[in-house]
T-cell receptor, first 113, second 111 residues
Framework: EPEVTQTPSHQVTQMGQEVILRCVPI?????FYWYRQILGQKVEFLVS????????KSEIFDDQFSVERPDGSNFTLKIRSTKLEDSAMYFC???????????FGDGTRLSIL | KNEVEQSPQNLTAQEGEFITINCSYS?????LHWLQQHPGGGIVSLFM???GKKKHGRLIATINIQEKHSSLHITASHPRDSAVYIC?????????????FGTGTRLTIIP
């Protein structure tokens, strides 16, 4: 069965550094999402992406964050200048259409030191 | 803004018991999702439903749209069912069907 794959599984970065989290959604999917989960808290929406543009972003998704789908297969989340509070598990998800289940990757655990 | 509440937060049961996890939400939705989060952190979609009832193996999900309430049932529970079960809701909006998550129910099944 096709899967959403995320790399790396764990990223450790110094505060202030840039980090890029990578996702390969399922190939025929059209809707893409990033979510994050701070340790011990619920999963939160960051951003949705459709038709090569952001369709909605949350208050968390400030100017430090950006997303790209550079080549039709990868979907990346960039954090420009990381803060301690960016430490979390980041999940990528994709779906084939509206009203279809979202398929999640295994997540990238981001640790900011 | 949609609030999603789950109960209980933690549930421990003996193998074989019938399990019920509840979810309520505050505003109208397009669909309700039940997800399973494994100890390693990965999330798997179990059900997506907008009305009635769905069944997959030993898992049953029901939703009452009028009461804004859903339940997830597990029959003949097994230790491998131990995980965090998360309720989430979505509202379709062209190009976006973001999920709003509940806090999850940690289920532990004791052999």
């Amino acid at each position: 069965e096709p899967e959403v794959t995320q790399t790396p599984s764990h990223q450790v970065t110094q505060m202030g550094q840039e980090v890029i989290l990578r996702c390969v959604p399922i190939s025929n999917h059209l809707y893409f999402y990033w979510y994050r989960q701070i340790l011990g808290q619920k999963v939160e929406f960051l951003v949705s992406f459709y038709n090569n543009e952001i369709s909605e972003k949350s208050e968390i998704f400030d100017d430090q964050f950006s997303v790209e789908r550079p080549d039709g297969s990868n979907f990346t989340l960039k954090i420009r200048s990381t803060k301690l509070e960016d430490s979390a598990m980041y999940f990528c998800a994709s779906s084939r259409a509206e009203n279809q289940p979202q398929h999640f990757g295994d997540g990238t655990r981001l640790s900011i030191l | 803004k949609n609030e999603v509440e789950q109960s209980p937060q933690n549930l421990t049961a003996q193998e074989g018991e019938f399990i019920t996890i509840n979810c309520s939400y505050s505003v109208g939705i397009s669909a309700l999702h039940w997800l399973q989060q494994h100890p390693g952190g990965g999330i798997v979609s179990l059900f997506m439903l907008s009305s009635g009832k769905k069944k997959h193996g030993r898992l049953i999900a029901t939703i009452n749209i009028q009461e804004k309430h859903s339940s997830l049932h597990i029959t003949a529970s097994h230790p491998r069912d131990s995980a965090v079960y998360i309720c989430a809701v979505s509202i379709s909006n062209f190009g976006n069907e973001k999920l709003t998550f509940g806090t999850g129910t940690r289920l532990t099944i004791i052999p």
